[in-house]
């Protein structure tokens, strides 16, 4: 049996190896680093994927979020609501960019925010909210529509952990990111599209909102010299195009991949008290970025170290909520508890999840677990 590991690149390039060599070749050989063809044509096929054809390619998926929020335009000081038990960047650029993010409690079994505790945190500042699709699995998106419509409030989709998974909403499945107003994604190496490097891109069917943001990324330049708003500089660099090209024409096998390993989990895994495994929401279509546990009676920690003896790795995703760390401590009111977000932070474990995993490494995996309960 092969070493275990979180995710396995190296053995997933060399799948690839031929046709992603010959594309960086072709990069090598036109020397068009910056904005080559390749680019745009990555571009092109990522919006064909997506069933949304505004797709903004930029260097990074935090910078995505940051060019989305600059693209709403929102006033000094609004008020953005996102979940606390989340990965920090949708937070860390809605302060950056002088808005204030207003922490939202989990959803217990989903591990997305909670619709039903929103309205509570709206005021005459709350402007949009951010649906991070945590683990691979959108949010609740009817709920969310329904609430920003009363409120009158943008959805930004953070579909970093997200990409390629679907959600069904008045009968139609749609391509997470493409309910809300404007989505962002990230191609970090472990993420399920993902490249050899950083790279990342913001996606909207609104023209007006994929306009700005192709604009914010290239300098805030209507034409070149002619800046009509301040921008930045985030760019796909044409070698990662290239390589994300290819990749992209495997995205939905690789996402098959993840799901016969989830599914291999669950039926392993089934049944053991104190253990409660990841659920699929009816409407949505999981794509196990992670596949993420949670551990009862206080069992966690002690779980992962018996894992890791046994040569098995296993990740705390998140260990801490944003309202707890310093830097953030500042947006949540400090009478405020979120329950739920500090027992997800205490219980969850994510297992090794990728498209390389044997049916040999799991069955020991889930060995491995079920010995640690039995004990
Ligand atoms: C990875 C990730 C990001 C940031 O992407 P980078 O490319 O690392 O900047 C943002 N949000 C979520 C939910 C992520 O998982």
């Known amino acids: 049996m092969n070493k275990i590991q979180m995710v396995d690149l190296r053995s997933q390039y060399l799948e690839i190896k031929d046709q992603v060599d010959e594309e960086i070749n072709k990069v090598l050989e036109n020397t068009a680093f910056i904005n080559g063809p390749v680019v745009k044509e990555f571009a092109a096929q990522l919006g064909d994927y997506l069933n949304c054809e505004n797709v903004v390619p930029c260097a990074n998926g935090t910078d995505a979020l940051q060019i989305a929020i600059m693209a709403c335009d929102f006033p000094r000081e609004s008020e953005i609501l996102v979940s606390t038990f989340n990965y920090v960047a949708a937070a860390e650029t809605i302060a950056l960019m002088g808005h204030k993010p207003v922490f939202i409690e989990a959803d217990e079994e989903y591990f997305n925010l909670d619709p ?25 998106m009817e709920r969310l529509q329904e609430i920003c419509k009363k409120h009158n409030l943008l959805i930004i ?69 002619d800046y009509d708003a301040i921008g930045v500089n985030s760019r796909l660099d044409s070698m990662q195009a290239a390589i994300l090209k290819v990749k992209l024409t495997r995205l939905d096998e690789y996402i098959s991949k993840r799901n016969k390993a989830a599914q291999m989990y669950n039926e ?13 929401h009816d409407k949505a279509s999981h794509v196990f970025h992670q596949y993420t546990m949670k551990v009862g009676e206080g069992r966690r920690d002690e779980l992962k170290s018996y894992l890791a003896d046994k040569g098995i790795p296993s990740m705390i995703y998140y260990p801490k909520p944003l309202h707890k760390n310093d830097a953030y401590i500042e947006f949540a009111n400090p009478n405020e508890v979120f329950h739920i977000a500090e027992k997800l932070s205490a219980s969850v474990l994510s297992l090794p999840m990728h498209t390389e995993l044997g049916d040999d490494q799991v069955d020991y995996i889930c060995d491995s677990v079920r010995d640690f309960f039995k004990n």
């Open 116 to 140: 039903e505790k929103i309205e509570e945190k709206i005021t005459d500042k709350t402007r949009a909210i951010v649906s991070v699709h945590l683990f691979g699995q959108s949010s609740k």
């Open 157 to 225: 989709e953070d579909n970093a952990q997200g990409i390629g998974g679907t959600y069904e909403i008045d009968g139609k499945v749609l391509s997470n990111g493409t309910i809300g107003d404007i989505a962002t994604t990230s191609f970090f190496p472990s993420k399920n599209l993902g490249c050899f490097g950083d790279g990342g891109a913001i996606y909207s069917k609104r023209t007006d909102l994929f306009e700005k943001s192709k604009k914010i990324a290239n300098h805030g330049q209507r034409v070149k010299y």
């Open 268 to 280: 392993r895994l089934g049944n053991i008290e104190n253990l409660i495994l990841p659920k699929v």
